[in-house]
């Protein structure tokens, strides 16, 4: 079994930084792609950042050149640097991980709340 944790949500004011990290651990492997999706209260899921192995990326047009997202492959830790906070980046985050283990699936973490105030 494999267990993502994410740490480092709270509330910041508008033009803040907050940075994410998310940890994975248990039966792995390898992990290929990591990423970040968020949810906003009464919007669907979307996302964020994806990072591969080889450290691609990916980004929603809404963050690009505010959000960095970065790993340590040697950690299976993926990380998420948000600068120039928005209101409207309110929402809960949540990582994702394509894990190579006993067999390969895909992996979410718990979120965390992420809060812009104006």
């Known amino acids: 079994q494999v267990q993502l944790v994410e740490s480092g949500g709270g509330s910041v004011q508008a033009g803040g930084s907050l940075r994410l990290s998310c940890a994975a651990s248990?039966?792995?492997?390898?992990?290929?792609?990591m990423g970040w999706y968020r949810r906003a209260p009464g919007k669907q899921r979307e996302l964020v950042a994806t990072?591969?192995?080889?450290?691609?990326?990916n980004y929603a047009d809404s963050v690009k050149g505010r959000f960095t997202i970065s790993r340590a492959n040697a950690k299976n830790t993926v990380y998420l640097q948000m600068n120039s906070l928005k209101p409207e980046d309110t929402a809960v985050y949540y990582c994702?991980?394509?894990?190579?283990?006993?067999?390969?699936?895909?992996?979410w973490g718990q979120g965390t709340q992420v809060t812009v105030s104006s």
């Open positions: 994702t991980a394509s894990v190579v283990g006993i067999s390969y699936n895909d992996y």
């Open positions: 248990g039966s792995i492997f390898s992990i290929n792609a």
């Open positions: 990072i591969t192995s080889g450290g691609n990326t």
